[in-house]
């Protein structure tokens, strides 16, 4: 499986619940009239350049609490628009409790030790994205963070290492 299928999956996803969220507040004001005699065809989407020109990873997240949570980074370097973007989601983590939150990382462990923070995580899913070149770094991490003003990492709760796929 590619990256461009791991990116496909959660926006699928999402697009279905978006669709069944339309659907389902429409539903009810739908009538024969608003039924269209002749099949309406799709338009076609064009986008300039290729989402994917660049080395695209992977990076399987386990638990190191010894419990049972578990994500997956993806990363991809796109030349064209030349960005760098990382899209982590989770399953399974535990409840925050009051003035905690998760916070994930992107770690370059070869040569130069270098710790890049990608914000706080929402609805167990941390998106980041740059316009530097971060395919050096090669690990991802999720924190448990003390809401204490410290922009420290704090307790490690899930990592992984990022893996080539493209």
């Not at 099949?39 to 419990?67: H, K, N, R, W």
């Not at 030349?79 to 399974?92: D, H, K, L």
Request: proline share 6%; net charge negative.
């Amino acid at each position: 499986m590619n990256y461009s299928d791991n990116m496909k999956k959660p926006l699928i996803l999402a697009l279905a619940v978006v669709l069944l969220v339309s659907c389902t507040n429409t539903a009810n004001d739908v009538s024969e009239n608003d039924i269209p005699a002749e099949p309406i065809e799709p338009m076609p989407i064009e986008i300039e350049g290729d989402l994917y020109s660049g080395p695209q990873f992977q990076a399987d997240l386990d638990d190191v609490t010894g419990g049972e949570s578990l994500g997956t980074a993806v990363a991809s370097l796109n030349e064209t628009f030349e960005t760098y973007t990382v899209i982590a989601s989770f399953v399974g983590l535990p409840e925050l409790e009051d003035g905690y939150f998760y916070e994930g990382w992107l770690v370059r462990t070869d040569g130069e030790l270098s710790v890049i923070s990608t914000g706080v995580v929402e609805n167990d899913m941390n998106f980041y994205t740059t316009d530097l070149d971060l395919t050096d770094h090669d690990k991802y991490i999720l924190t448990l963070e003390p809401d204490d003003g410290d922009p420290a990492p704090a307790d490690h709760v899930l990592d992984g290492t990022f893996y080539q796929t493209y």
